[in-house]
């Protein structure tokens, strides 16, 4: 069994699952897929919500889908921490973190590169000591030019794989050579629904090997490992 370090399955919190049943499904769609461990991943953007109640829905929305019983219980709660001006700098952000480790999704922007984006994120390696784990890397080919997309990929981090990358030339050519790269890699499904973006981890199981798999688990299962007794775990 596999993780799956991207997700959209809390119920009623994004615009992923809009109900218990709509996460059910999905997660009973990732474990026909493979998936044993899932991080749950909801979008958080510090600019329109407010810490404290973005982790109390949070909480809720957990609660209410695992009172469910879902088929995979290992579920890590974490979030997708959208890159923004000073968000290094806000107080608590380590509770964004999956939990149990020092490892936070951060989304890119989706915008033209700004040199402040990378900044952020060595902010976050070296003043907060967290380890970023960067949200779907290929998607930023068509916006960021070759040398910008170099400095992203240039920072302290673990860099994230959509399942959808796989699906075209371009994007797989471009996920291939980051695996190959040396880079910290992890795969995700970035499910959002059980419509046109359900669960499609298969399709990193049928294009990537069985040892480069093993990498991504590896990632959290280490996380979990190393930070069990550090006073940095959350
Ligand atoms: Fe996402």
Redesign the pocket.
Do not use: F, L, R, Y
């Given at each position: 069994m596999t993780t799956d370090y991207?997700s959209?399955i809390l119920p009623n919190i994004d615009d992923g699952s809009d109900s218990v049943e709509t996460s059910l499904k999905m997660i009973k769609m990732m474990k026909r897929q493979g998936i044993g461990t899932i991080a749950a991943?909801p979008?958080f953007h510090a600019h329109r919500t407010d810490l404290d109640s973005f982790l109390a829905k949070r909480s809720r929305a957990y609660e209410k889908l695992m009172a469910e019983s879902p088929v995979v219980s290992d579920v890590h709660i974490g979030a997708?921490v959208a890159i923004e001006k000073g968000i290094s700098e806000l107080e608590g952000l380590e509770k964004l973190c999956i939990s149990g480790t020092r490892l936070i999704l951060l989304?890119p922007p989706f915008t033209n590169y700004s040199d402040w984006i990378v900044e952020e994120i060595d902010d976050i390696v070296n003043s907060r000591r967290l380890l970023p784990i960067i949200?779907h890397v290929h998607r930023y080919m068509g916006l960021y030019s070759k040398s910008e997309l170099s400095g992203l990929l240039s920072v302290d981090a673990v860099f994230q794989i959509n399942a959808e990358a796989f699906e075209s030339f371009g994007t797989r050519r471009f996920a291939n050579k980051l695996i190959d790269s040396g880079r910290d890699f992890v795969f995700g499904s970035?499910a959002h629904n059980m419509g046109d973006r359900k669960p499609n981890f298969d399709l990193i199981t049928k294009r990537v090997s069985a040892e480069n798999i093993k990498h991504s688990d590896n990632i959290l299962k280490s996380a979990l490992v190393n930070e069990a007794d550090s006073e940095f775990v959350f």
């Open positions: 991207h959209h991943t979008h997708e989304e949200a970035d």
